[in-house]
């Protein structure tokens, strides 16, 4: 029997059959796709780090000859490796020191932060004209494996030379072939755009050791450390050194900030996920019900012939079964085709096996369900449609629709059928309609608002604490032309308000070790950017910045004791704040102190930095006074976009993803609600119309129904939405972090009303056109 009734279905309902295939397909490709794509994206930095011999530290002594020997041989090191701080152009190109770190011995990329081959083969460390690059490179030079690149390096005297912004490097050009596309945490591609990473090997360093450390200083070194126990042996470590003029960069505490990131992201895509499962579930759900219960009148028939329950449940069920499980399968192939292009955002830089991948702990469960669902939700619908005639459902009235009695007609009854689901014997459900229409005004402003946030954030530099567009170099390492003069030269151009005289040394405490940054502005310089309490004004205060507060375990009011070169002193943290980022922390790293606290930690004179950071005036243009000043003879460098504003942007598109499935998922709700009112309630309509109701009216009843929806959808939906939005923001940046400030997506709600009016009007247009043209006499005659 369900043979002979599945070659009928066929037969007669083939589209429709075709249609619902698809529709599985689809549903189950997207949804399988982004669980695991968020799942792959979650676990990719972890994946990286485990192929790759992480460095848990980086050691930045800058000092010539700093023992890295003894360094190996403290207790509790896995490997060491150095490298030289030293940039150089590539195609013409010029890239930041920190993209360009040749190693300076054998181990660098080979005991530690050993990069994973993504294509090709690693760069021989013999060789001198073999090099890897980074994915990013490929794209943004046009180049391929087995091509040339022309490097140019500096001269030894222009290495010895102070660092000049913009110097052009005048040493020997040297030809590298391509061998090898890889990455590792340390040599991952920056958020956004770049020009990606060119990873040289050790033995071009050897061949030009002068070009890339100089003659005068040719030990001058920076490196990174493994440790067998990982972060937590970090406090042993730094006893052992026993070095606390020795800045550390704690690597465990960027890897925990991107993983974090990561994490962020992936539970978006998850959220994503959610949603789109929901609308599938609703749209799938719906077609299927329609499906199946198009047969009711023979499947009745069938019933009263003798067909058993669970017979009745097989027939009906066997089309919609075989098309779910047409669908689910192909929904599989379509989530592993969809794998290619994740993860997506931050974990997509640290992806060790990127392309094709099928997480079948995901694509197997998703198959079975998917496969299961659609049958399950057939029968149901059958076992409904074929019970539907002994059932009475108890009415439930609404109060708003009673309230809506005096209106006129057309506009009662609408209200009426939004609100309340008929006395009939088919009654029409109101609520998923209701929430699908406030999930769709809540998503698209929670959306809106956190992407204005997020664009409003990345687009002010200040929010991330950066409130300087230039920068001078005064000094390194205690040794700079007085600080004075250079200052009063910087406030004479037009275009500087102030300057911050910023000296910076390294503090431990606790085994952590940051620096701490003068605080001691001369003309307008704008207050710090504070996330709570106030700035350090006296010697014995202290700002912290977010993450070096959690790793001292510090708060506003507590007390910190720290350690410089040789002095202790305890300090008042009054507040919490963002710095300026300098050559060796970021702008969520560090502490803020006055002169008079920077000198109970350190020497009178002694500094590892001194800069003079200058703060613009409005609408003043960067390029032109960082031109002037350099010809009065300063070195100048343009205030450089922090790497957690690229980030930010690079999470933007996924709440507004899910604003768009919400989006599907309020249309499909309302339109459902529409069209299924008008077939059901055809009854009620065809006696109103008996009694006068015209076309005119008809139509005016289901315009009012969608218009009602959208009603409730704006009420709800758009407090809920800005407190949703707001709250989201909130978590990020605390997160990221920075600066926050309640974001308000303007245009979005000056709009929101407006299209969801507009959007429920032409959901109602084509069951309006049904309603007026109603057979009123075939239906009360059938009645």
Known sequence: MTALWLRLEIRRRLPALVALTLLVALSTGVVLAAVAGALRGMSALDRLRAVTLPATIGLLPNEPGFDWDRVRRLPGVAAAGT??????????????????????????????????????????????????????????????????????????????APEVPGRV????????????????????????????????????????????T?????????????LTGGEEALPAFVAALDRPDVEIWNVAEAVRKDQAMIAFEGVAALA??????????????????????????????????????RELLAVGAAGPALAGAAGAALGVALAVLLSAWTPIGSAARMEPAPGIAADWLVLGPGWAAATLAVPVRAGLAVWAAVRAGSVRPVARRSALAELAGRLPVPVAVGTRFALEPGRGRRPVPVRPALLGAVAGVLGVLAAFTF???????????????????????????????????????????????????????VATRAGASFSVLTYAPAGAWPPAVLTAGAAANRAGDIVLAPSTAGDLGAAVGDEVALAGSGRTASFLVTGIGLLPESPHSGYSHGAWVTPDGYDR???????????????????????????????????????????????????????????????????AAVA?????????????????????????????????????????????????????????????????????????????LALVAPAALLVACAAALWPARRAARLPVGMILRAE
């Open 601 to 667: 930690l350190f020497a009178p004179g002694e500094f590892k930095f001194r800069l003079g950071l200058a703060a613009l005036r409005p609408g003043a243009d960067p390029e032109a006074a960082a031109a002037r000043l350099r010809a009065a003879g300063l070195q100048i460098e343009l205030t450089a976009e922090v790497q957690q504003a690229a980030q930010l942007r690079g999470i933007r598109p996924l709440p507004l993803l899910l604003a768009a499935f919400l989006i599907v998922l309020a249309v």
């Open 272 to 309: 994503f996920a959610l949603t789109a499962l929901v609308a599938a579930a609703l749209l799938t759900g719906q077609a299927v019900a329609r499906l199946a219960a198009a047969g009711e009148p023979e499947l009745r028939v069938l019933r009263a012939l003798g067909l058993t329950r």
């Open 214 to 226: 100089g003659a005068a200083s040719p030990g001058n070194l920076n490196g990174v450390v493994r």
């Open 672 to 748: 459902h609600a529409l069209t299924s009112a008008v077939l059901r309630r055809r009854r009620e309509l065809a006696v109103l119309r008996a009694l006068g109701m015209t076309r005119a009216q008809a139509r005016g009843v289901v315009l009012t129904q969608g218009v009602v929806l959208a009603g409730a959808g704006l009420v709800f939906g758009v407090p809920l939405g800005i407190a949703l939005g707001r709250t989201l923001w909130r978590v990020m940046a605390d997160l990221v972090p920075v600066l926050y400030r309640p974001p308000l997506a303007e245009a979005a």
């Open 83 to 160: 490298f030289a701080s030293s940039p150089f152009v590539t195609e013409g190109r010029s890239a930041s020191a920190v993209a360009f770190l040749p190693p300076a011995d054998g181990e660098m990329g080979r005991t530690v932060e050993r990069p994973v081959v993504l294509a090709g083969r690693a760069a021989d460390p013999r060789r001198a004209d073999e090099v890897t690059v980074t994915p990013r490179y490929l794209e943004a030079h046009g180049k391929a494996i087995g091509d040339t690149i022309t490097v140019t390096l500096l001269t030894p005297e222009q290495m010895d």
């Open 169 to 212: 490097p005048a040493g020997p050009r040297i030809e590298l072939r391509i061998v090898g596309v890889a990455r590792s945490f340390l040599n991952s591609d920056p958020p956004e755009t770049g020009p990606g990473s060119v990873l040289p090997t050790h033995a071009l360093f050897e061949r030009h050791r002068a070009n890339f």
């Open 451 to 505: 992407a204005d946030a997020v664009d409003d954030a990345s687009a002010e530099p200040a929010a991330f604490g950066q409130t300087h567009g230039l920068s001078a170099h005064f000094g390194y390492n205690d040794d700079g032309a007085p600080a004075a003069p250079l200052i009063a030269t910087m406030l004479r151009d037009p275009d500087v308000a102030g300057v911050n005289d910023t000296r910076i040394g």
